[in-house]
């Protein structure tokens, strides 16, 4: 059984930058074939795809968000970090971690499925 679990502050600053940890167990992020994910759903809207990390350690960015978004890994804790700068309200969501099936190519072709996903954190941007 994989799990996920999201952990980080859950109130930020405007201008700061936010930061949260997806901590992985049952499964090795470094596992072929596997899309570490960064996902989030603001108040009253679908959810919004912000990046990933792939198995291999590559990095893909939402081109919406990519100027201020930065994905990480630990594989010695088998975990990977999400910080996205500049924030300002409008990054105010519940942020989620999961793994997802496909990326580049393959993923020109259909969307990506996630099998596993964390509970989700709430962050607020406020001062």
């Known amino acids: 059984q994989v799990q996920l679990q999201e952990s980080g502050p859950g109130l930020v600053k405007p201008s700061q930058t936010l930061s949260l940890t997806c901590t992985v167990s049952?499964?090795?992020?470094?596992?072929?074939?596997?899309?570490w994910t960064w996902i989030r759903q603001p108040p009253g809207k679908g959810l919004e795809w912000i990046g990933h990390?792939?198995?291999?350690?590559?990095?893909y960015y939402s081109p919406a968000l990519k100027s201020r978004t930065s994905i990480s890994r630990d594989t010695s804790k088998n975990q990977f970090t999400l910080q996205l700068s500049s924030v300002t309200p409008e990054d105010t969501a519940v942020y989620y971690c999961?793994?997802?099936?496909?990326?580049?190519?393959?993923?020109?072709?259909?969307?990506?499925?996630?099998?596993?996903w964390g509970q989700g954190t709430q962050v607020t941007v406020s001062s």
């Open positions: 049952g499964g090795s992020i470094t596992t072929n074939y596997y899309y």
């Open positions: 999961a793994r997802g099936d496909c990326s580049g190519y393959v993923c020109y072709l259909r969307p990506p499925f996630y099998d596993y």
């Open positions: 990390m792939a198995y291999s350690g590559t990095t």
